[in-house]
């Protein structure tokens, strides 16, 4: 079950919904947290025991880390994930280590592992184990005390709205919350305002740029142009921020209309002039989780250039792995980690002017490569799309064909619309507004912001009446990120 899907819109939403504010303060956590393993038991099945699993080992472990002293207290924590990322190492990377080490066997004369052992890959596993493991690594801290009810522990990691793709929420941001939320007419008018953009997101720009990226990056390399692999690239770096930063809306949106608040997950990344910034901005649940759990504790930037250079590369590395099991997600994190790496390490100090839109463009055009790598199906595949958009491979060089037709026209709408959407347009008019407002009349102040608000109310209509025709019309496409 996904969020767009009419299941989940029409029957499985508000029936929760209804049922979660009829349960009261005393049962609406149960009903929450049955609601969320019949969410994850609808789309994975039988996996929904490994959730349950580490909920369970969880909040055990949570309990004992808290209440022990000295050597136990660090080795409960270092059974605590070994326990949360036993299956995800098994589910997810043992074909891909049985692969790599093949050669090795051959080499030493030794038989192959096979590595036709059938294994399905539960959505949203990287995404439920990091949060129990940041939580065992607070409790460990000292920065948050164990959970005391199994429940709120089962709800914490098991959470529907962000369970299968994020954001990556930490036990101490939502705690109180676990205990003690009230839903406001605003706060779920606010919920379900951000729940329809991410819809709209997902529905008119992502899947639609997906459709022209995968049929860019399905051609041979022979039929590809300089024109047309750019535009593939562009294309998918649209869709992936749109699919992922609408999966994020819907989730905080979501969140709020049961009364949580979830924290946010992107802030323009395009808009970056650096990859530091970049990084900043994109997925910052991750980014930071790396950061606190992975980055600090390798000695982070405290012990010399050398050593904060190797634990750059180590965290990337790693962060490219978490993405899928794959040489080209490897490649993907090396190639981000390599530039935060020259950052570091190269401090040119030019006049902020000179270098803003250059800035601009080397960081744009190290996300396209980037996303290419993350696209290709395998790092050949990469090679070549990237030499015909470096124009070092002999193609047809042709733009596409009638650019004036109806199809071409609502494509290129709809590119423009994701690419202006991309910037902080909504947010910069929000505060002109604002600003407008502010300093005028009281009379023309609570005129404007009448006006303001009937804006937003016909926006939202017009929104969820498009994309619900285009939901009954379109195919079934599911969020990128489910699978990682």
């Not at 101490?172 to 329809?196: S, T």
């Not at 733009?399 to 709809?414: G, H, K, M, N, V």
Request: charged share 15%.
């Amino acid at each position: 079950m996904i969020f767009s899907s009419t299941t989940f819109l029409f029957l499985f939403l508000p029936l929760v919904l209804l049922a979660t504010f009829a349960a009261g303060k005393r049962f609406r956590n149960h009903i929450f947290f049955a609601a969320s393993l019949l969410f994850y038991f609808w789309g994975e099945g039988v996996f929904v025991l490994l959730l349950l699993f580490s909920i369970f080992a969880t909040f055990i472990t949570g309990r004992l880390i808290e209440s022990s002293k000295g050597h136990a207290h660090t080795f409960l924590l270092t059974l605590g994930i070994g326990v949360n990322l036993i299956p995800l190492l098994i589910l997810k990377y043992l074909h891909f280590f049985l692969d790599a080490i093949t050669p090795l066997c051959a080499l030493l004369g030794f038989p192959p592992f096979s590595s036709d052992i059938p294994l399905h890959l539960p959505a949203g596993i990287s995404f439920f184990t990091f949060q129990a493991i940041s939580y065992l690594i607070d409790v460990h801290r000292g920065i948050t005390p164990a959970e005391p009810n199994l429940l709120g522990c089962g709800l914490y990691i098991s959470m529907f709205p962000q369970l299968i793709a994020g954001p990556i929420v930490r036990y101490h941001e939502i705690a109180k919350q676990l205990q003690d939320r009230r839903v406001h007419v605003r706060q779920f008018a606010e919920g379900a305002e951000r729940f329809m953009f991410g819809l709209a997101k997902k529905t008119l720009l992502a899947d639609p740029l997906g459709v022209r990226a995968d049929a860019i990056f399905n051609l041979p390399v022979h039929n590809l142009s300089v024109s047309n692999s750019w535009l593939g690239a562009l294309c998918f770096s649209l869709q992936i921020y749109y699919d992922f930063s609408g999966y994020s809306d819907m989730a905080i949106g979501l969140g709020k209309m049961f009364g949580f608040e979830l924290p946010e997950n992107f802030n323009y990344p395009y808009i970056s002039r650096s990859m530091r910034e970049f990084w900043r901005r994109w997925h910052i649940s991750l980014s930071t989780w790396l950061r606190d759990y992975l980055y600090i504790p390798l000695g982070g930037n405290r012990k010399g250039t050398p050593r904060t250079l190797a634990n750059l590369f180590i965290v990337f590395l790693l962060c490219g792995l978490w993405h899928g099991a794959n040489w080209t997600f490897v490649c993907w994190g090396i190639w981000h980690g390599m530039f935060l790496m020259l950052e570091r390490g190269v401090n040119l100090q030019l006049p902020k002017k000179t270098t803003a839109l250059l800035s601009w463009f080397y960081t744009t055009a190290v996300v396209l490569f980037g996303w290419v790598l993350f696209r290709s199906p395998g790092l050949e595949t990469a090679r070549q799309f990237m030499t015909v958009m470096l124009g070092l491979h002999r193609t047809l060089n042709t733009l596409p064909a009638d650019i004036f037709s109806p199809t071409q026209r609502l494509f290129l709408t709809e590119t423009t619309t994701a690419i202006l959407l991309s910037m902080p347009v909504y947010g910069l008019l929000k505060q002109r507004a604002a600003k407008f407002r502010a300093t005028r009349s009281a009379l023309l102040f609570h005129t404007t912001t009448t006006i303001c608000s009937l804006g937003r109310i016909a926006l939202f209509a017009t929104l969820l009446y498009i994309v619900f025709i285009t939901l009954a019309a379109q195919a079934f496409r599911p969020f990128l990120y489910f699978q990682f």
